[in-house]
């Protein structure tokens, strides 16, 4: 599975950004994907996924209310929709697919350990100006 992410981009606080995660090749329908986020000197973080039946959605706590997760199978398509972004927000955001990505959404501390099939995509940066 290849996973191809974009639309991020620099916004200023209040506003939205909505990001793309196209996937091709392998059986990313049958994977819970997701996405996670990286700011400079700080760990990688987990911040949305969606179960493979495109129903179940995970949130981290501090984006839940403001970040909209969905999936669209016809496209092997999995999209993040931000509202409301804050310069806190800034961070190269990737797109998952895989075992380690669902097990990382059940986990209370959404701690992501990986598995050989987990794929991953590139980073898309997103910028939140104050």
């Known amino acids: 599975v290849q996973l191809q992410a974009s639309g991020g981009g620099l916004v200023q606080a209040g506003g939205s950004l909505r990001l793309t995660c196209a996937a091709s090749?392998?059986?990313?329908?049958?994977?819970?994907a997701g996405w996670f986020r990286q700011a400079p000197g700080k760990a990688r973080e987990f911040v949305a996924a969606v179960d493979r039946n495109g129903i179940t959605t995970f949130y981290h706590h501090s984006v839940k209310g403001r970040f909209t997760i969905s999936r669209d199978s016809a496209k092997n398509t999995v999209y993040l929709q931000m509202n409301s972004l804050k310069p806190e927000d800034t961070a190269a955001y990737y797109c998952?697919?895989?075992?380690?990505?669902?097990?990382?959404?059940?986990?209370?501390?959404?701690?992501?350990?990986?598995?050989?099939?987990?794929?991953w995509g590139q980073g898309t940066q997103v910028t939140v100006s104050s």
């Open positions: 090749g392998g059986t990313f329908s049958a994977y819970t």
């Open positions: 998952a697919a895989g075992p380690g990505i669902r097990m990382a959404a059940r986990s209370i501390t959404y701690t992501y350990y990986e598995h050989e099939n987990d794929h």
